[in-house]
Structure formats: structure tokens, C-alpha cells
């Protein structure tokens, strides 16, 4: 039988690498629902080619004209709820959750809560509600694949092997467009400057996370609820080639690591047919051709979203929901040209600084302090008066 997949952010750019997995393997793979952002059109080209049995659009245009011209008997939901609703209701073994920021909560949850292997892409899911979410997983004895790069990397040179064989875990990164940057240059880095990633493609968000370094900050605490790792067993190499996407290193002294080019559809692939490897569409690794890979220890005065997230992490609670959701705050506002590059860290720090941690026991309390999270850098940003 064809394993039946359900993808949420289908017209990102993991969504779309996950359809062309989906091609490549369509004797093994079903495609049962997709659901997108906003991206109506290619929405409905996707579902004319896939014909799944459901669709969702997080972000609905006022009015149903929009849901027009979808396939004969295709399900329609819309909104967050909606799209949680469309994950419980839909058969599926595998819940790919793909959308940026928060928005992927509710549907991992509901994916968990139904009995559904959940293949992760939205790192922020567990960085704002780890402990809850390991803790459903675990107690429904539900798979959590990571789509990640780094963390399918590790979990692949993990193979298995429990924890306490490993001395630690180490995540690799590009370094962005900025690490050759001086700390006076990076003052005037332009949003155009930002989004010039030099090795991968991916969307706004997760493109300027890659260059300030919140990217791999989120990781890192992503990891820790993956891998049942403390922080100060996951450190960061970063390694502009891009070829090797992580490692571990175990007890004995041996390092174990992944390599591969720079192609999302590899650990898509791998999350979608584990724990069974098949052939795949991205090119084989010529390591001659290579010829040289180089590794560095970051900077933390000129890059500080490390030992932003490494402080988030180990205080734990309510501490990292604070620093994603500023961040996402943060990220958004230079997007639109508000804020200079480097008051990304400043405004998440600021948060930080100014929340008092509680526990983070259940979703109604992490929701309250994303909100008020968002509210203080809101404020933070307009008190110095940006333009």
C-alpha cells in the first residue's frame, strides 16, 4: 500500500521539494491533502495535479469565491483551525508540517493527537512548545521524524543509538551572506544583502534567520527536545560549503557525520520512506570535485543569536516561546524596512531581558506570552523610533 502524506505549506519551498519527492516516488507515495499560506493559484494548480482528497488555506480571502475551481468532492478548510481540523479529519500516516513560525502548533499536535507520524520542517513548533509536544508524542508512542538538514543529518548518524553514547551533537552553518562581514558593515547590511544567501534557496523568513544566525539559535533548542540533548552537549561549526549538515560525536571519540549537497529533497525524502533508504532525484556527492571543506568556530560578538538561544534554552519554561516570537516581530519589521539588520538581536534580547520565565505548562499559558512576547517588541521597536 502507497504510504498517504499530508502537506501543510505545499507552496513553500519545502512544500514544493516535497512534491517533487512526491513525483519521483508516486508508486510509494499518496499525496491525501495540501494546504498552503495564502498562494491560492498554486494551490490549485497543485491540487489538479495531485487530486488530493483535502485542501487548506491558512490565510482565506474574505468571501468563498476563492474556493472555486478545485477538484470535483476536494474538501476545503480555512483558516488555523481549520487546518488542524483538516489533519485530525483526513486518513493519513504522515503529517508533513511545513509552515513558517508558530502556525504549525496546532496541526503537529493534532497530527500527534490522531495517531499520524509527524515529519517536522517548522522548527519553531518545538522551540515555543517542546516540552508539551515531546510529551504527547511520547505518551502516543508517535514517530517525530526532522526535516531539517541538520537534524535529519543527525538523526541519520544517530541510527539509533540512545544518548548516552554520545559526548555531543554538532550542527553546521553556512555562516549566511554576512560571515566575512565586519561588525561596522553588518550596521548597514540592506534587506537585498540578507535574502542573497550564498548556498541555499529558501523562503524570507528562514533566509535572514540564516543570516543573523537565529537559525541555527532555533536549532539548537530544537534539537534538545529531539534528541533528548542538554544544551550543553550541542554545539555550532560553521562550514560555508554546506556539505556536511551535521554530526555527532560519541563517548569513544568517533565522529559520525552527513554528507550531501545542498538539496531539501534528500532529508524530505528520507523522513517520508524511514526507515526504508530509495533512490532519489538529488545528484550524487563527488567529494574530489569538492575538493576542499572548511569549518570555524562562529562568532558570537558579531553573530549574538547563539548565545541568545543557548541562555533561552537553559533557562528554560517560557524563555525561548520569548525569543521566537520576537524574533518572528523583529524579522518581519526589517523585511519592511523598519529596523536596521542588527536590531533583529537587539529587540530579541530586549525580550528577554524584560520577561519574568514561568513554566511552560500547558498551550493557553504559551499562547499568552507568544502574544505578549510580540506586544513588547512591538513597542520596543517603536519606542526607537525606526523608520
Known amino acids: 500500500m502507497k504510504k ?12 514544493q521539494s516535497a512534491l517533487t ?8 507515495l499518496e ?19 495531485f487530486r488530493p482528497r483535502a485542501i487548506g488555506l491558512f490565510c ?12 470535483g468532492k476536494t474538501r476545503i478548510y480555512e483558516g488555523a483551525d481549520g487546518l488542524s481540523e483538516m489533519v485530525a479529519e483526513v486518513e493519513a500516516d504522515l503529517v508533513l508540517v511545513a509552515i513558517v513560525g508558530t502556525a504549525g ?37 508517535i514517530s517525530i521524524l526532522p526535516v531539517d538538514s541538520e537534524h535529519n543529518a543527525v538523526f541519520q548518524c544517530l541510527g539509533g543509538s540512545p544518548f548516552r553514547q554520545v559526548r555531543r551533537i554538532v550542527l553546521t552553518a553556512s555562516g549566511g551572506p554576512f560571515r566575512t562581514w565586519d561588525a561596522q ?3 548597514s547590511a540592506t534587506v537585498e544583502d540578507a535574502l542573497d544567501h550564498p548556498t541555499w534557496k529558501m523562503g524570507r ?12 539559535a532555533l536549532e539548537m533548542i530544537e534539537a534538545h527536545w529531539l534528541f533528548s540533548a542538554p544544551l550543553s552537549a550541542i554545539d555550532v561549526v560553521v562550514h560555508p560549503q554546506s556539505i556536511v549538515h551535521s554530526l555527532v560525536e560519541f563517548i569513544d571519540g568517533s565522529q559520525i557525520a552527513q554528507l550531501s549537497h545542498s538539496d531539501m529533497c534528500l532529508p524530505i525524502q528520507y523522513a ?22 572548511c569549518f570555524e568556530e562562529p562568532d558570537h560578538e558579531r553573530f549574538p543569536a547563539l548565545r541568545l538561544a543557548r541562555r533561552a534554552g537553559e533557562v528554560g519554561g517560557t524563555v525561548p516561546c520569548v525569543l521566537n516570537a520576537a524574533n518572528e516581530v523583529a524579522v518581519a519589521a526589517f523585511l519592511q524596512r523598519k529596523i536596521p539588520f542588527p536590531a533583529i538581536w537587539r529587540c530579541v534580547e530586549a525580550a528577554i531581558d524584560a520577561h519574568k520565565p514561568i513554566a511552560a505548562s500547558d498551550l493557553e499559558t504559551l499562547q499568552r506570552v507568544d502574544e505578549e512576547a510580540r506586544v513588547a517588541a512591538v513597542e520596543w521597536i517603536e519606542k526607537r523610533s525606526y523608520s
Do not use: C, H
Open 105 to 141: 502548533l496546532g496541526p503537529s499536535l493534532a497530527a500527534i493527537r490522531t495517531g499520524k507520524s509527524l515529519a517536522l520542517a517548522s522548527k519553531e513548533v518545538l522551540v515555543m512548545a517542546g516540552e508539551i509536544v515531546m510529551a504527547e508524542a511520547q505518551a502516543r508512542k
Open 31 to 49: 499525496v491525501v491533502g495540501l494546504a498552503a499560506g495564502r498562494q491560492i493559484d498554486e494551490l490549485r494548480a497543485q491540487a489538479e495535479e
Open 185 to 187: 558593515r553588518i550596521e
Open 4 to 15: 498517504r502524506v499530508l502537506i501543510l505549506g505545499s507552496t513553500g519551498s519545502i512544500g
Open 21 to 28: 519527492v512526491a513525483r519521483k516516488l508516486s508508486e510509494r
Open 60 to 71: 482565506p480571502p474574505s468571501g468563498s469565491a476563492w474556493r472555486q475551481g478545485f477538484p
Open 205 to 216: 523568513k528562514i533566509t535572514i534567520d540564516s543570516a543573523t544566525l537565529f537559525n541555527k
Open 272 to 293: 517520508f520512506t524511514y526507515p526504508e533508504r530509495l533512490p532519489s532525484p538529488v545528484r550524487f556527492l563527488d567529494l574530489a570535485s569538492v575538493g576542499r571543506l
